[in-house]
């Protein structure tokens, strides 16, 4: 049976903040007889006095200031809740589930978001790093909002934008004895520097070699895509990386960078959603945000160009 309710509690706090009843019942708009009847009811209810009555108002006893402190933080966390609420209703709060491949979260997604987050405050974003074929899955069964994924994949039924170009290379020791334009068969003969086995450009790379009847010759897995150019500036092994790091790196580095002979070296990625229509409106608020990141990468090539 419940004891008490938020009117209960903001008629206490009110109390013993104003610490006279006829006070507290002109700030609650009531009379002071059914002021008094509700604090009453609520001591009845758990058998405990809550205030002491003074011949200049009242006072709390222990028990009340016990009960006040927990009376205050529940009314916090009510108000804390009706603003996180009608913030996630007017989309300016919630967070958004995003799925991407390994090149893209660490390339494009940290100067693609950072603006955006920087302007919403109250939207957050989980990136998870999954490969294409799982990311169109997991977008079907409504397991996340937005998906980047390589045009390979099977988007049938996804809603879908050209993002930008995701392209792989190689790089070798400034003294290895590879040269250009190298075939994956070639790649795979030489002992490799890699990330982590479940992330998704290992898993990529892993089915290729299996499409081949090989298996990848990992030396050493690192964290990120600066650890392995290190390592392979250290001549301890090669490694597949995006364009866009090995020119980033390679900068500080000494390591050569080679084209991979190969279809799959250079994809265009996709933005994908369910339904464009039924995002939350924050995670729509994204999507726009990506999109118009498309158009300003776009122009910037063309100024290159």
Known sequence: MQKFDFTDLKIFVSALDRGSLSAAAEENNLVVAALSTRLKRLERAFNLIFFERTGRGIRPTLAGHMFARHARTILDDARKLEVNLEAFAEGRSG????????????????QALAPFLKDHPDIFVSMIDKPSHEVVNLLRNGDADI???AASADMSGLERWKFVRDRLVLIVPALSPLSEATRFSTILDYPLISLPEKVALSQFLRRQANELGRRPNVRLRCENFESMSRMVERGVGIGIVPQSAALRYGLAMNFRVLQIDEPWAERELYLCVRNRSHLPSYAANLLDH???YVELVQCQDMKVL
Do not use: Y
Not at 96 to 104: A, D, G, I, P, Y
């Open 147 to 149: 998906g980047v994924v």
């Open 95 to 110: 967070t958004v589930r995003v799925l991407s491949n390994t090149n893209m979260l660490s390339e494009h997604m940290p």
């Open 290 to 292: 990506l999109l118009a």
